[in-house]
């Protein structure tokens, strides 16, 4: 890559990027880049749909820095080509901006940053909605195994309650059993006891 240096340490390039670059929020990526890797210049739309970049920094590394992270903007912008050529440092430039076309090309553009972000939302949207039918198939089967738990519950609580019942007949019928059995022994003994006194 060549550049070009002053006596302030300044090096500068000029980059056409070329691709999908234009009503993508390109610009806005390349001025967060330049901030991160403190670059000084701008960055404009052209009328053939590509963006020049003015960039200069401190140190060869610097800019070479900025220029690879150009190629790795995110979707939906593509970048498909830099051109970089050698410029003259600017010292009047004392940070990165983005410099604005027509109001009607700025609208465009706008416009165009703002489909792109909705047609994100959408896709997400999508991925939501997928998501919740699995949860709603997941819910499905949860409810069906819930109603099996259920019925087999109710089906182990009919059988205790059934072999209860029949313990508590059993009960009452060994209980009259054993208070018939017990008025006859007392009879018995009301008899024995009469008997003796007679005697």
Known sequence: MSSNKTDDNLTANTIIVDGIVQRVGFRRFVEKLARQNRIMGYAANRKDGTVTIFAQGESKENLEQFISQLKNAPSPILVERLDTKEARPRTSLKRFEIRVGSLADEMMEGFGAMETQFS????????????????????????????????????????????????????????????????????????????????
Do not use: C, H, P, W
């Open 120 to 199: 994100d939302y959408r896709k997400d949207f999508r991925d939501y909605r997928e998501e919740f039918r699995d949860y709603r198939r997941e819910f499905r089967g949860f409810a069906q195994q819930t109603e099996n738990n259920f019925g087999a519950i109710d089906m182990k609580y009919g059988e205790i309650s059934q072999k209860l019942t029949q313990i508590l007949d059993e009960l009452r019928t060994e209980n009259r059993e054993a208070i018939s059995s017990l008025n006859k022994s007392v009879d018995a003994l009301i008899q024995a006891v009469d008997k003796l006194s007679k005697n």
